[in-house]
Antibody, heavy 119, light 107 residues
Framework: EVQLVQSGAEVKKPGESLKISCKGSGYTFTNYWIGWVRQMPGKGLEWMGIIYPDDSDTRYSASFEGQVTISADKSISTAYLQWSSLKASDTAMYFC????????????WGQGTLVTVSS | DIQMTQSPSSLSASVGDRVTITCRASQSIRGYLNWYQQKPGKAPKVLISSVSSLQGGVPSRFSGSGSGTDFTLTISSLQPEDFATYYCQQSSSTPRTFGGGTKVEIK
């Protein structure tokens, strides 16, 4: 059974750094693009970027490039989303998501990680 | 980047109604159009991929159509469990982009 299991909720202060994780299981992690989607409170879905774990090829949305870093450690089947300096506006639910190989639609989602940034 | 414009942003409907949601892309996305359903507090779930391919376990009352830049999600007879928010997404190119969402509420 394919599963994406994300790390738990985080409460941080502005300016702090953070790295959240998404562990894949039940499939060959290196064979599928895995991405991150942001959902701010009461708002829609925003595609942030994706990574191909086999070679770490990474694509970002312009809105998020330079603001976050997407990475992966294929030895432990885990993808990451990282901030070096959080802002209050980063408060959101973050989902990791696997892209199906054919058609590139999202076929599996993580359960979401709620990040709250508040002084 | 390809912009996805979804309409309406919300609608009220009754059980049994036929519901249509539209999605327009800012340029041709060929057949790379997907539809997701999201219920409160949950991750989205794919309903339809590649314009009209119904995913396993999704009821046949859901259907998708369209081509080029204009696409439609239809629910033929709305059921209580269909009250949710629906998103279109293009996967023709990166960055992938989502429509703004359509919240389907009970009338």
């Amino acid at each position: 059974e394919v599963q994406l299991v994300q790390s738990g909720a985080e409460v941080k202060k502005p300016g702090e750094s953070l790295k959240i994780s998404c562990k894949g299981s039940g499939y060959t992690f290196t064979n599928y693009w895995i991405g991150w989607v942001r959902q701010m409170p009461g708002k829609g879905l925003e595609w942030m970027g994706i990574i191909y774990p086999d070679d770490s090829d990474t694509r970002y949305s312009a809105s998020f490039e330079g603001q976050v870093t997407i990475s992966a450690d294929k030895s432990i089947s885990t993808a990451y989303l990282q901030w070096s300096s959080l802002k209050a506006s980063d408060t959101a639910m973050y989902f990791c998501a696997r892209e199906h190989g054919s058609g590139s639609y999202i076929d599996y989602w993580g359960q979401g990680t709620l990040v709250t940034v508040s002084s | 980047d390809i912009q996805m414009t979804q309409s309406p942003s919300s609608l009220s409907a009754s059980v049994g109604d036929r519901v249509t949601i539209t999605c327009r892309a800012s340029q041709s996305i060929r057949g790379y159009l997907n539809w997701y359903q999201q219920k409160p507090g949950k991750a989205p779930k794919v309903l339809i991929s590649s314009v009209s391919s119904l995913q396993g376990g999704v009821p046949s009352r859901f259907s998708g159509s369209g081509s080029g830049t204009d696409f439609t999600l239809t629910i033929s007879s709305l059921q209580p469990e269909d009250f949710a928010t629906y998103y279109c997404q293009q996967s023709s190119s990166t960055p992938r982009t989502f429509g703004g969402g359509t919240k389907v509420e009970i009338k």
